[in-house]
């Protein structure tokens, strides 16, 4: 029996839903990065990054390429790129509205009711 494509969707963005997960495809979305580099632009232990790295592998989102001891790992293709280009976009907005809703708020605030003698 096939899924649902709202299922798959939601485990699609349950797989993303990791800050290791996102900090390393927004690494990934300039071009190939090796583990090094990784390890040293996201504060994390070796084998934490490896598992994360490996859900992103077993995804199908991320590729690597092993050329003697170091790892290089790619975005598989150009759409996750996109996405994460839609979601600073939409966050972006979303933060702009509160924003904007912020200062409204201060702007329309009454001053203190104080009591009269």
Do not use: C, W
Not at 1 to 20: C, D, I, S, W
Not at 28 to 41: A, I, K, M, Y
Not at 62 to 71: F, I, L, Q
Not at 105 to 112: A, G, H, I, N, V
């Amino acid at each position: 029996m096939q899924r649902p494509l709202y299922q798959v969707k939601a485990e699609f963005f349950r797989m993303l839903g990791h800050p290791v997960r996102i900090r390393v495809l927004e690494l990934l979305q300039n071009g190939p990065v090796s583990v090094r580099e990784l390890l040293t632009d996201i504060d994390i232990e070796p084998s934490n990054l490896s598992q994360q790295l490996a859900v992103l592998r077993r995804s199908g989102i991320v590729v690597s390429t092993r050329e003697g001891t170091a790892v290089t790992y790619a975005l598989a293709g150009g759409d996750v790129a996109e996405l994460l280009r839609a979601a600073r976009r939409i966050l972006t907005e979303l933060l702009a509205g509160q924003t904007a809703l912020l200062a409204e708020l201060q702007d329309t605030e009454q001053p203190p009711v104080t009591a009269r003698p």
